[in-house]
């Protein structure tokens, strides 16, 4: 098991274990009606499935070592349904949004008088929507992973498992200024520092003003600094759904994000209506026949409403009675 995983387990159940005591219970004693509570409780928090699923399979791992250890005698986790089914959409930012962010961080970095901090934090904003990283994934990588002359970087991505990533001409430029000028003036306070020298690894790109490899709650505040609605995550959701919109096929996303399941990926294009509704009518032949009625139809309308008659004029022809004046009658002078 991973060391992220081991972290993440320790910090459900302790969450669990918090819960608890508010209902006057302990993890030994805890009950089916507790896990239930316990999930209902996070989903009224806003809480997302796959967090809650996780959370409920580090449970069900505690509670069958418990057994196997004879320290309980039941396992709470029985019977209950996995959280899974909980609909949740991922959430991105507009363009509009990812595009101010952006151009306000590379304002910073190219000014003439800008340190390595900012250089590094316009890199790391860069790689996230471009390449839609992990914020775990930015911290791990490393300075061989990086193959800036062919446009890609290698990722290591859940499980060990590696992915190639192409960059875009942003990023590209954001990431080869800061390994020129940000990260040897970083790295040169890392090597002058000698507590603690199991920290430092000399091979990490991102480094911190001590030297040090960033943390994934460092590079979460650096996002939030950024844009108050923005997250590492949502600049990866923002990355898919910005390219499905354009019209990228799901198994090109699902490579570059690192999907195992094309599932995973499939739920951004209910983020893409739009773009899916223009692609239906474009390529559709049905499609295609509709739209040309729809056409055929406003025309008519329009010409019709050209030629309506203004009823209640006057007409100015030699002999026209007004409309409203009776015709006379036999013996009455005209």
């Known amino acids: 098991m991973r060391p992220l995983t081991c972290e993440a387990y320790d910090g459900d159940l302790k969450t669990f274990a918090e819960f608890l005591e508010g209902r006057q219970a302990v993890l030994a004693t805890a009950t089916q009606r507790d896990i239930s509570t316990f999930l209902e409780h996070l989903r009224n928090h806003s809480i997302d499935s796959r967090s809650a699923a996780r959370k409920l399979s580090c449970l069900r791992g505690f509670y069958k070592w418990l057994l196997l250890d004879r320290r309980a005698h039941h396992d709470p986790t029985i019977n209950i349904e996995s959280p899974k089914a909980w609909k949740v959409l991922p959430k991105s930012l507009a363009e509009s949004e990812v595009t101010e962010m952006l151009e306000r961080a590379a304002m910073t970095a190219e000014h003439p008088q800008a340190q390595a901090t900012a250089l590094r934090d316009r890199a790391i904003l860069e790689l996230l929507y471009a390449g839609g990283l992990r914020v775990s994934e930015i911290t791990g990588l490393g300075t061989g992973d990086l193959a800036l002359d062919a446009g890609r970087v290698l990722v290591r991505g859940k499980g060990d498992k590696e992915r190639i990533v192409p960059l875009g001409r942003s990023a590209l430029k954001a990431l080869e200024e800061y390994l020129r000028t940000g990260r040897p003036h970083l790295a040169r306070i890392s090597t002058k520092r000698k507590s603690n020298p199991a920290r430092h690894d000399a091979t990490r790109v991102f480094l911190s003003l001590r030297g040090m490899p960033l943390t994934r709650q460092w590079v979460w505040h650096l996002v939030k600094a950024s844009n108050k609605d923005a997250s590492p995550h949502k600049l990866r959701h923002s990355c898919a759904t910005h390219m499905v919109e354009h019209g990228a096929d799901l198994r090109s996303v699902q490579v570059m994000l690192g999907h195992a399941d094309i599932s ?71």
Do not use: F, M
Not at 303 to 313: A, D, F
């Open 264 to 334: 995973t990926t499939q739920v951004y294009t209910h983020l893409a209506l739009g773009r899916l509704k223009q692609v239906h009518r474009e390529h559709h032949p049905r499609a295609k026949t509709r739209a040309v009625e729809e056409e055929g139809n406003s025309s008519k309308i329009s010409k019709s409403r050209g030629l309506q008659v203004i009823r209640g004029g006057k007409d100015k022809s030699p002999g026209a009675r007004p409309s409203n004046e009776l015709p006379p009658e036999d013996g009455e002078p005209a």
